[in-house]
């Protein structure tokens, strides 16, 4: 019990630190300069400006870059062609090649998002500049240039900060697999000290329920504490109702404790019980959505899914948190939660049946 | 005993004990057909989105099937404002993003006055936002080219140079190693690694600490007999060859049934898959002897999985973490072993390169095998 209280803030605060980077970078990238040109300088050091990158070596050879890539050094790598400015005077619209690490897609696709945009700025600036000197009239330079431009909002996360994704599915992963542990240890230790008969002894459902109450309360004021540490400590943003989110934390609770309780049951044994709650708890990240969509998910991987109650609880919170929508949207999900009653009479009628074969 | 004999006795020992077979060999082979469920379909395709089309002229029109055109998403319905669109945004569920095309839009370009379309993607999921916003500037992106062109050719320029002057410059952006940007060449390969490290440590700990068990309950064994030298060799040995055949079933059936690349020689992959067998082995000993209950073999390992898998460096950038975290993850044998594996088997690195990280698996190796000598030593030694 003693574990239950320290453990899971510690390994919140653990979870979260990793990635109190938030999304400012610098990536190291490679550069390989065939044109010394001030434009090419110019791309360089608009590059290095980046939030997201950094410049961090020259090579005098495509083959050198390449081989600090294929060695992780660099995670990208920026070919500028031999004529870069004399094609952009002449209207050849060169091309800049940037090679970037597509096995680590996170870090690439921050180099990708980040490369378009300083290419395209500089682009713009260039086109633009060549537009007024062909006398285009200053107004007008803008649509020569860009006939459309774009206005790209991020709905419900502002900062699009990969830190908010990662933590705010992470930590309720970490939550399930501790409860659903702690579950499985608490009834163990009845089992290590007086022995699971006694402790079961003639009434069953009252010892199980009087086991797990104090636990169903501590975990789930830990439950809350990782919600007040996102929402109100480091201030993410939360438009929906408390009230929502912490009964769908109780009912999350009470889920993976029906699942804990089912495990150590199945065959009374802690070490069986606590396999079967690794096998069943520790993908539950990847099944969480936050970073592959449900929607591109087959059949076989939604039936899994959808036998975790993290899963669940995710729907809600980021429904409340970021869509502040209303809880009647929910039900789906609040109804699967409830669904692990049928779980937890499963784990009750094998408690129960235990005690009377221990009285006859 | 003989060595032979001890080994006999450990793989016995190991057989005998559902939860470490149960863990071993059914969590090994559970987690290949398990972990890369969600991911099967590589990229996230076709995302829902809502038009809200001010415009509705001819150019807004082909805007709006050059968005269908796109892999990335297709149009699920239009809204008459923006208002509308929000309301089914929050109600219908399901929709990924949404394109707003403003008054004028036509006009404006004809008069080159730069319309600005209104792209929103839904940023609680962040590849479902990449993929929207993606798919809607692809589109937006060719119909500007292609007004660019008819402005060119307009001017009288031909069509070859109308068609490669409609950008100062632009950039061509490539992705190597996982040139698709999949998912499970992403994940899986990292992952399996981590999957046979975890296991490795469970099954170590559950027989060292139950072994431990069995001492304190004044069981007799073979363990309490041997040396600690031989004990710890032959339990390596025996350790070291199951999981040789489950790397091999990992790195050569399940990569090749998933299309995972391997472009690691056997001798090169063996070279590294050496040296983290025998880390993750003698951590695994030191770990069985420094638990109470075995069970806690079980809890711990599946504690720190979260925490191991971020601070791999293949999620999160290194140069990112908090030095401590960093420092701490260098310690556990799955850094520098998904790393090594990343590079040689799936980004073609030479083994030069990886030297580093393979110096670390032997130093690890080294470190925990006498930690562990010393464990079982002292054991021996109090009994």
């Given at each position: 019990m003693a574990t239950a209280v320290w453990l899971p803030p510690l390994l919140f605060i653990l979870f979260w630190w990793i990635f109190s980077a938030g999304?400012?970078?610098?990536?190291?990238?490679?550069?390989?300069?065939?044109?010394?040109?001030?434009?090419?300088?110019?791309?360089?050091?608009?590059?290095?400006?980046?939030?997201v990158l950094a410049i961090d070596r020259q090579f005098a050879t495509v083959a050198e870059g390449q081989r600090a890539l294929t060695g992780g050094e660099i995670y990208g790598l920026l070919v500028i062609p031999a004529n870069l400015a004399n094609d952009t005077v002449k209207g050849l619209a060169p091309?800049?090649?940037?090679?970037?690490?597509?096995?680590?897609?996170?870090?690439?696709?921050?180099?990708?998002?980040?490369?378009?945009?300083?290419?395209?700025?500089?682009?713009?600036?260039?086109?633009?500049?060549?537009?007024?000197?062909?006398?285009?009239?200053?107004?007008?330079?803008?649509?020569?240039?860009?006939?459309?431009?774009?206005q790209i909002t991020a709905l419900f996360n502002r900062h699009t900060n990969y830190a908010e994704f990662l933590v705010s599915g992470g930590l309720p992963a970490i939550w399930q697999i501790l409860i659903v542990c702690l579950t499985v240890l608490a009834l163990a230790a009845e089992k290590r000290h007086g022995g699971l008969e006694q402790w079961?002894?003639?009434?069953?459902?009252?010892?199980?329920?009087?086991?797990?109450?104090?636990?169903?309360?501590?975990?789930?004021?830990?439950?809350?504490?990782?919600?007040?540490?996102?929402?109100?400590?480091?201030?993410?943003?939360?438009?929906?109702?408390?009230?929502?989110?912490?009964?769908?934390?109780?009912?999350?609770?009470?889920?993976?404790?029906?699942?804990?309780?089912?495990?150590?049951?199945?065959?009374?044994?802690?070490?069986?019980?606590?396999?079967?709650?690794?096998?069943?708890?520790?993908?539950?990240?990847?099944?969480?959505?936050?970073?592959?969509?449900?929607?591109?998910?087959?059949?076989?991987?939604?039936?899994?899914?959808?036998?975790?109650?993290?899963?669940?609880?995710?729907?809600?919170?980021?429904?409340?948190?970021?869509?502040?929508?209303?809880?009647?949207?929910?039900?789906?999900?609040?109804?699967?939660?409830?669904?692990?009653?049928?779980?937890?009479?499963?784990?009750?009628?094998?408690?129960r049946r235990f005690s009377r074969e221990v009285a006859a | 005993m003989s060595w032979w004999q001890v080994c006999r006795a450990e793989f016995k020992a190991i057989f005998a004990e559902h939860a470490i077979v149960l863990t071993v060999l059914g969590g090994v082979f559970f987690y290949s057909f398990l972990y890369p469920l969600p991911y099967l379909k590589q990229v996230p395709r076709e995302q829902s989105v809502l038009v809200v089309n001010h415009d509705g002229g001819a150019l807004s029109?082909?805007?709006?099937?050059?968005?269908?055109?796109?892999?990335?998403?297709?149009?699920?319905?239009?809204?008459?404002?923006?208002?509308?669109?929000?309301?089914?945004?929050?109600?219908?569920?399901?929709?990924?993003?949404?394109?707003?095309?403003?008054?004028?839009?036509?006009?404006?370009?004809?008069?080159?006055?730069?319309?600005?379309?209104?792209?929103?993607?839904?940023?609680?999921?962040?590849?479902?936002?990449?993929?929207?916003?993606?798919?809607?500037?692809?589109?937006?992106?060719?119909?500007?080219?292609?007004?660019?062109?008819?402005?060119?050719?307009?001017?009288?320029?031909?069509?070859?140079?109308a068609a490669r002057r409609h950008t100062a410059f632009s950039v061509n952006m490539r992705p190597v190693f996982n040139t698709t940007m999949g998912y499970v060449h992403y994940v899986?390969?990292?992952?399996?690694?981590?999957?046979?490290?975890?296991?490795?440590?469970?099954?170590?700990?559950?027989?060292?600490?139950?072994?431990?068990?069995?001492?304190?309950?004044?069981?007799?064994?073979y363990w309490q007999t041997v040396p600690a030298g031989v004990l710890l060799t032959a339990r390596l040995a025996v350790f070291g060859a199951i999981y040789l055949v489950l790397t091999m079933y990992y790195t050569g059936w399940s990569f090749a049934h998933y299309g995972i690349s391997r472009l690691a020689s056997s001798a090169e992959l063996l070279a590294v898959v050496v040296p983290f067998l025998l880390a993750v082995g003698s951590l695994g000993v030191v770990i069985g002897q420094l638990i109470p209950r075995r069970e806690l073999a079980t809890l711990l390992v599946l504690l720190s999985s979260l925490?191991?898998?971020?601070?791999?460096?293949?999620?999160?950038?290194?140069?990112?973490?908090?030095?401590?975290?960093?420092?701490?993850?260098?310690?556990?044998?799955?850094?520098?072993?998904?790393?090594?594996?990343?590079?040689?088997?799936?980004?073609?690195?030479?083994?030069?390169?990886?030297?580093?990280?393979?110096?670390?698996?032997?130093?690890?190796?080294?470190?925990?095998?006498?930690?562990?000598?010393?464990l079982l030593r002292r054991r021996l030694v109090v009994k």
């Open positions: 999304s400012s970078f610098d990536l190291p990238i490679g550069v390989v300069d065939l044109d010394h040109t001030s434009l090419s300088r110019t791309l360089t050091r608009q590059c290095d400006a980046s939030s091309q800049p090649t940037v090679f970037y690490n597509g096995q680590f897609i996170l870090i690439g696709k921050q180099i990708n998002g980040a490369m378009q945009q300083v290419v395209g700025t500089l682009s713009a600036q260039v086109g633009g500049l060549q537009a007024l000197a062909r006398g285009t009239a200053p107004p007008a330079v803008v649509g020569q240039v860009a006939p459309v431009r774009g079961a002894g003639r009434q069953p459902v009252r010892a199980l329920l009087v086991k797990l109450a104090p636990y169903t309360l501590l975990l789930w004021l830990q439950g809350l504490l990782f919600l007040v540490g996102m929402y109100g400590w480091l201030g993410w943003p939360m438009h929906g109702s408390w009230t929502v989110l912490i009964l769908a934390q109780l009912l999350t609770v009470l889920a993976c404790q029906a699942m804990g309780s089912l495990f150590f049951l199945l065959g009374r044994d802690e070490v069986r019980g606590l396999s079967l709650a690794a096998a069943y708890a520790a993908p539950g990240f990847a099944f969480m959505c936050v970073t592959f969509p449900a929607t591109d998910m087959g059949w076989p991987a939604l039936v899994w899914r959808s036998l975790l109650p993290v899963t669940h609880y995710i729907e809600i919170q980021i429904h409340q948190a970021n869509y502040g929508g209303s809880s009647l949207d929910l039900w789906p999900s609040f109804a699967a939660l409830l669904l692990f009653a049928v779980p937890a009479s499963v784990a009750v009628s094998l408690l | 029109r082909q805007l709006e099937r050059m968005v269908e055109a796109t892999p990335q998403v297709r149009i699920s319905g239009h809204a008459q404002t923006e208002a509308e669109a929000r309301h089914r945004f929050l109600e219908d569920g399901g929709i990924a993003g949404l394109l707003v095309i403003p008054a004028g839009f036509e006009r404006d370009i004809r008069l080159g006055r730069s319309p600005v379309l209104a792209y929103a993607g839904d940023a609680s999921y962040f590849l479902v936002y990449g993929t929207v916003i993606e798919g809607l500037a692809t589109a937006a992106g060719t119909l500007g080219a292609e007004v660019k062109v008819a402005r060119l050719l307009a001017e009288g320029q031909a069509l070859p140079l899986i390969p990292a992952v399996f690694i981590l999957i046979l490290h975890q296991t490795m440590l469970i099954g170590l700990g559950l027989l060292g600490g139950g072994q431990g068990e069995k001492d304190h309950n004044g069981v007799r064994g925490p191991l898998v971020f601070s791999a460096g293949f999620v999160w950038p290194v140069a990112s973490l908090p030095r401590p975290i960093f420092w701490a993850a260098q310690l556990a044998p799955s850094t520098p072993g998904i790393m090594a594996c990343l590079k040689l088997n799936q980004m073609g690195a030479e083994f030069s390169q990886i030297r580093g990280l393979w110096l670390q698996l032997w130093l690890q190796a080294a470190v925990y095998g006498g930690l562990a000598w010393w």
